[in-house]
Each structure stands twice: as structure tokens, then as C-alpha cells.
């Protein structure tokens, strides 16, 4: 596996595989890997010749400093892993690399995803995401790009970054399933700040989600969210949002005849969480 840490370098590599007919499949990451990437990486590996990494904890992606100051940072051992599973090239770029001095940022026009769900409770998140993948696309130039639909609602984003960059035709989004711990808590990066007690409890997001399942045709809509979230409340959870949402666009779900998918975010103590669950596919 070959290391980066310079953009110009990297695009150099990629350039060689290209004139080599050899197709890029590419996993952004912000490091602390877990089974979840590594099953990007797979997914990846499947479906083309060359896979490569990014590992890069994006500023402007956290609208909260604590958060981004907690991130948990685990370089060597991703390193490992990533070496261990056969990725190609890594990419470790400093801040400089990404955000050059002469960057400007520009404002993406994501319509009513923005505002809803994460775009509601985590104001400039999706702007951030879509600035640090528009100039990571830009540097790498894949021809696809694999995402976690745990992060359900940024794989909508990032679909519409790529329509309204006009990458349609040169890079194909792949979203890759959910990979859950035995319990159904779904691998993320902050469960290494969960506190042993908090990691048992965590489990019920996932049963919340699969209550709402089983429940759909039986039960209203608002009174199967209502329900759902003072379960979680009872397990000492804050619960920013739980919704039924239709799976396609994300607004609220009034009818149980939609296609929807199950979206919530909890803190438990200060480690916020999410998760989705398609509710009748
Ligand atoms: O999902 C993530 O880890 C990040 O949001 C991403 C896509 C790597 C952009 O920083």
C-alpha cells in the first residue's frame, strides 16, 4: 500500500492507473476504521482494479468544536487495517492539501435535504461534507465512490453534489448496507466513546428502529415516532429527531403505503448517534 500526504502526488498515481485502463474505486474516510468501512473497502475491491482511501477528519463538516475535538484519532492503527485489507493507496492529507490557501468555498444548493434531519440539528454540516468530497472527487477521480448507508441522509447529499457538479456520467455512488455489532448497534466511529454502560444501552436505538418495523401496519405513523422516542427516552437517551420518512426524499411520511425508512439521532451522555432502518422495502 502506498502513502500520500501531497494532492499532486496522488493525483499522479491515480493518472498511471487510469492510462492503464485500471478502474479507481474510492472510500472517503474520516479514520477510526471499524467493520463499516472495511466493507466499503470490500465493496470496492469487487468492483475494481485499484482501491484507494482518504483518511482525513474534515473541519468544516462539524458545526460543534467539542465534537470535532473528541473525534477519535486512530492513524496507525487504520493504517494497519487498511494495509491488512488490500487498499491500494491511502491517502493522509494535512488541512493545507484539501483547503489550500486560494481555496474558496462555494455553496452548494441542496435544496430541502439541507434543512431537514442532520441539516436541522447540525447547521453547515452538509455544506462541509460536500466542500471536502467536491475537492477530494476533484483530486481523485474515481469512477466510484462508496458510501455508508448508516450516514443515510449524506448519501442523498452526496448524490446531489454529484448531479449538481455535473459528475453524473464520470462517477457511479455506491452505497454499501449498514454493518451492525451482534447487538444491532450500527458500527460507527463514536461508539469508542461510549462508556461500558452507555455501549449496553446504545443497542436500544436499534430496537427502537425495529419496533417501528414490526409495528407499521398496525399502528399511526405519529403515534408509532411518539412511541419509539419515549422508549429511548426511558433508556435515558435525548433524542433530536426520530422520523418515518419517505426513503426516497426524506420529507415526512403521512401513509403507510409510502416506501419509508426509519431515521433517528440520540445523544446518550455527550456521544451523539444515528441510525436508519428501511421500514417495508
Ligand atoms: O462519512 C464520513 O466519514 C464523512 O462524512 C466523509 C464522507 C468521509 C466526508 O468527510
Known amino acids: 500500500m502506498i502513502l500520500f500526504k501531497g494532492a499532486a502526488d496522488f493525483g499522479k498515481y491515480l493518472e498511471i492507473q487510469k492510462k492503464k485502463q485500471l478502474s479507481v474505486g474510492f472510500v472517503p474516510t474520516m479514520g477510526a476504521l471499524h467493520q463499516g468501512h472495511l466493507s466499503l473497502l470490500q465493496a470496492s475491491k469487487k468492483d475494481n482494479h485499484i482501491t484507494v482511501c482518504s483518511v482525513f477528519i474534515n473541519p468544516t463538516q462539524f458545526n460543534n468544536a467539542d465534537d470535532f475535538n473528541r473525534y477519535p484519532v486512530t492513524i496507525e492503527k487504520d493504517i494497519q487495517l487498511l494495509m491488512a485489507n488490500g487498499c491500494d493507496a491511502v491517502f493522509l492529507p494535512p488541512k493545507e492539501e484539501i483547503y489550500p490557501s486560494n481555496y474558496i468555498p462555494r455553496r452548494y444548493e441542496l435544496g430541502g435535504l439541507e434543512t431537514i434531519l442532520e441539516g436541522h440539528y447540525r447547521p453547515g454540516h452538509f455544506q462541509g461534507v460536500c466542500q471536502v468530497v467536491d475537492r477530494l472527487l476533484q483530486i481523485v477521480g474515481p469512477d466510484k465512490l462508496y458510501v455508508g448507508q448508516k450516514d443515510y441522509q449524506q448519501c442523498k447529499v452526496i448524490s446531489k453534489l454529484i448531479e449538481i457538479t455535473d459528475r453524473q456520467s464520470a462517477v457511479d455512488l455506491v452505497v454499501v448496507p449498514t454493518v451492525r455489532e451482534v447487538d444491532g448497534l450500527a458500527m460507527s466511529s463514536r461508539n469508542l466513546r461510549l462508556s461500558d ?25 405519529a403515534e408509532l415516532k411518539n412511541e419509539a422516542r419515549a422508549f429511548l427516552e426511558g433508556k435515558g437517551f435525548i ?40 421500514l417495508n422495502e
Open 197 to 221: 454502560e452507555q455501549r449496553r444501552l446504545a443497542s436500544a436505538i436499534f430496537k427502537a428502529l425495529l419496533f417501528t418495523r414490526t409495528n407499521l401496519l398496525r399502528k399511526p405513523i
Open 239 to 278: 433524542v433530536d429527531y426520530f422520523e418515518i420518512a419517505v426513503a426516497s426524499t426524506l420529507t415526512p411520511s403521512e401513509n403507510n403505503d409510502d416506501l419509508v425508512i426509519g431515521l433517528v439521532a440520540a445523544y446518550i451522555g455527550s456521544v451523539r448517534l444515528i441510525d436508519n432502518l428501511p
